[in-house]
């Protein structure tokens, strides 16, 4: 099972706009506490735990070099 860190506050404000900035669409499913799921935020990852992600599978990845994985292509999408 993959285990992630919750965005950390104070950290990068991009990554938990609500808590930092006030943002209007709220925090990001990562973030420490849970939210009421309405604001736009909720729904998706912030830039740091996309990056977090991505890290993880490029070593899934480079661990199954020449064998087929389904990780591949997704790794692919985080690096651009």
């Known amino acids: 099972m ?3 860190q919750h965005d950390e ?3 990068n404000p991009s990554c938990t ?3 930092d900035n006030g ?3 709220g925090n990001f499913i990562m973030f420490a506490s849970a939210t009421e799921g309405t604001k736009n935020n ?3 990852f912030s830039s740091c ?3 977090k ?3 993880v599978l490029r070593v899934v990845v480079n661990e199954q070099q020449g064998k087929i994985n389904c990780f591949q292509g997704i790794v692919q999408h985080v690096d651009n």
């Open 2 to 4: 993959l285990s992630f």
């Open 9 to 11: 506050e104070g950290l």
């Open 17 to 19: 706009p609500f808590t």
């Open 23 to 25: 943002s209007p669409n």
């Open 42 to 44: 909720n729904r998706n």
């Open 49 to 51: 735990s996309i990056r």
């Open 53 to 55: 992600i991505g890290d």
